[in-house]
């Protein structure tokens, strides 16, 4: 069931070209293996997609580039834990062509060297990076849960580098800190990340089955992905442990769980809103995130209002994943804002 909940629209935008083509860089070694045979009955091969690997200074941000590159580059960004993979069954319902990259300590990108802490922002230099190396003039942004909150970010800092925002199961209220939270928490998080660096210096990562892999990567999501989504997730989200082949690791920087103490306030969050001119639109699940929807977000699509040039917003019936686990809810709606 699509329910349609709010439609603003302020008119139209001039659509900007992007001067370079696409650049890729193989996978080297192992890079596009599967865990295991159950996960290559899982794989779409209803569209054909490209493995890609972006330089950055700490390594490579690595991506799947569905199709060939259109006018206006539409970049594909996931949600917290996840990866790439998270668009596989969304994107042969898709009638455009993307981008979906996986964010630093995710998927198959490197992680951030040990010692030097990311944060929220950093997601959006890595985004930034990703323009650039590509030389795109304006881009168009899919993203869910953190990912829809990476765009909302990027739309506003850049409102002119940027054509239309989807937002799914936006996480942007979910990366904000309160002046007493950072008080309370910023002790406790440094210590926090210590440890765990400590760990990774010195004890190889923990090792699990691949059935244990699984209950993990849904309980890590609130049990919002299907068995299916989740064994689509870890073909990115995992690999074979080098010591017992019988074993699996996850692929994530482990310091990715732990809170970052560099986020934005909710003046900040207000503030970056007022700047966004692209179209938007904003999906919500129903029940979707297991949390309740603070006020801030609410704020914001207020705000959203009255700053964007079309803004349309529309709920479904489904889990936080829902692009993921009934992609044929979202694609439709998806299209038609994307191609209107």
Not at 75 to 90: E, P, Q, S, V, Y
Not at 106 to 131: C, E, F, K, M, W
């Amino acid at each position: 069931m699509i329910v349609r909940h709010l439609s603003v629209c302020k008119g139209g935008q001039i659509l900007g070209r992007w001067s370079k083509s696409w650049k890729t860089v193989p996978l080297q070694g192992n890079q596009t293996r599967r865990n295991c045979s159950s996960l290559d009955q899982t794989r779409n091969e209803e569209r054909k997609y490209e493995e890609v690997r972006i330089p950055v200074p700490w390594g490579h941000i690595a991506g799947k580039k569905w199709g060939e590159p259109e006018e206006i580059p539409v970049i594909a960004i996931h949600g917290w834990r996840d990866n790439a993979g998270t668009f596989d069954t969304l994107a042969p319902l898709l009638k455009f062509n993307f981008l979906a990259i996986d964010l630093p300590g995710h998927g198959l990108s490197s992680h951030i060297p040990i010692g030097v802490n990311a944060h929220y922002p950093d997601t959006i230099v890595a985004l930034r990076q990703i323009v650039k190396h590509y030389g795109f003039n304006k881009i168009s942004i899919l993203g869910h849960s953190l990912g829809s909150s990476i765009g909302y970010a990027y739309a506003g800092l850049y409102p002119e580098a940027v054509h239309k925002y989807v937002s799914i199961e936006c996480g942007r209220a979910r990366i904000l800190s309160h002046p007493k939270d950072l008080a309370d928490d910023w002790g406790e998080t440094i210590d926090s990340l210590l440890n765990v660096e400590k760990k990774l210096i010195q004890q190889q990562p923990p090792e699990f089955t691949y059935s244990e892999l699984v209950e993990r990567q849904q309980k890590g999501a609130f049990m919002s992905p299907s068995i299916k989504s989740t064994n689509i997730l870890l073909k990115r989200g995992s690999r074979l442990s080098t010591t017992n082949p019988e074993k699996f690791v996850f692929t994530y920087d482990p310091r990715i769980r732990l809170d970052s103490f560099k986020r934005f306030t909710p003046d900040m969050l207000m503030a970056i809103g007022k700047q966004i001119k692209c179209h938007v639109l904003n999906i919500h699940a129903d029940p979707g995130m297991q949390v309740k929807l603070e006020k801030e977000y609410e704020e914001s699509v207020e705000i959203l209002k009255e700053s964007t040039s079309r803004l349309e917003c529309e709920v479904v019936q489904g889990s936080h994943h829902v692009h993921l686990n009934n992609p044929e809810r979202v694609a439709p709606l998806i299209n038609n804002f994307m191609l209107s």
